[in-house]
Nanobody, 115 residues
Framework: QVQLVESGGGLVQPGGSLRLSCAAS????????MAWYRQAPGKQRDLVAQ???????HYADSVKGRFTISRDNAKSTVYLQMDSLKPEDTAVYYC?????????WGQGTQVTVSA
């Protein structure tokens, strides 16, 4: 079992920045990749960014150049630095741990980008 706890969401003005954190605990040694997803009201949950245990990263086209995913293995924590935020980035952001064949999810954290 893996437990994920997100933090760092909130209200920010367009053009602003936020950093999300996801602390993992439990049986984390077999996790292949960590990722951030987001879900806006009435829409499906989409991948935002992923980082593998080898350090490879992947980003959705909509966030490339604005968001950065990183990890601190000593703290078992993954971060999502979000810069140049836009109103369309408003969503609930979920942390995900890919531990084949199981996927674990955090409880989600709300990010609202509004003037």
């Amino acid at each position: 079992q893996v437990q994920l706890v997100e933090s760092g969401g909130g209200l920010v003005q367009p053009g602003g920045s936020l950093r999300l954190s996801c602390a993992a605990s439990g049986n984390i040694f077999s996790i292949y990749a960590m990722a951030w997803y987001r879900q806006a009201p009435g829409k499906q949950r989409d991948l935002v960014a992923q980082i593998t245990n080898a350090g490879s990263t992947h980003y959705a086209d909509s966030v490339k150049g604005r968001f950065t995913i990183s990890r601190d293995n000593a703290k078992s924590t993954v971060y999502l630095q979000m810069d140049s935020l836009k109103p369309e980035d408003t969503a609930v952001y979920y942390c995900n741990a890919d531990d084949p064949p199981v996927n674990y999810w955090g409880q989600g954290t709300q990010v609202t980008v509004s003037a």
